[in-house]
């Protein structure tokens, strides 16, 4: 009987992989499967007015954790019918320059030539660009480990920092 309170189970570490509260679930796994090579960010903030409306995919570094090196990736609008800033389909673009923010609704109208070809005829006001109701999926090179919802997900050219969002999935 001593002998058989003595063997010892043989668990690898678990870690969390996702948590269902309304069904009080707790789903764990190995360090292996907690990589992933892909997330979905929403809530997007734009410091350079030019990407509010890119079309396609677009190449890029991102940032999913404070001390986390910035790593190669691409992104692309999820469901982009058409530029934000033309009334696509969110048809809303807010803008925030300082402590001062303004908004403006256009209406519903197809993808401009500008956009369409990645470039926007019209001049944007400066600062800082919020894209209400749009999501970017995130695509990097090499799965990444532990990519959590809520976190920051940061974009960056070289050490320039381009805009971000948070992490859906």
């Given amino acids: 009987m001593a002998k ?3 063997k010892k189970i043989d668990i690898p570490p678990l870690y969390v992989l996702k948590i269902i509260p309304d069904k009080n679930i707790l789903v764990v796994g190995e360090n292996k499967d907690v990589f992933q090579k892909g997330l979905t960010i929403s809530q997007i903030n734009w410091l350079d007015s030019s990407l509010s ?3 396609g995919e677009r190449k890029t570094l991102a ?3 404070y001390q986390h090196t910035p790593k190669p990736c ?5 469901n982009n019918e058409s530029d934000p800033a033309c009334g696509g389909a969110s048809g809303r673009v807010r803008w925030q320059s300082g402590s001062s923010a303004a908004s ?9 030539r500008g956009c369409a070809i990645g470039l926007h005829p019209r001049s944007k006001p400066r600062g800082i660009q919020t894209i209400p109701n749009k999501k970017i999926s995130v695509i990097f090179k090499n799965p990444e480990r532990a990519i959590t919802p809520g976190q920051s997900c940061v974009f960056y050219q070289q050490d320039k920092v381009l805009g971000g969002g948070f ?3």
């Fill in 63 to 65: 940032q999913i954790r």
């Fill in 53 to 55: 409306h890119f079309v």
């Fill in 74 to 78: 691409s992104i692309s609008y999820l």
């Fill in 4 to 6: 058989e309170r003595q």
């Fill in 104 to 112: 403006m609704t256009q209406s519903r109208r197809s993808l401009c």
């Fill in 167 to 169: 992490i859906e999935i």
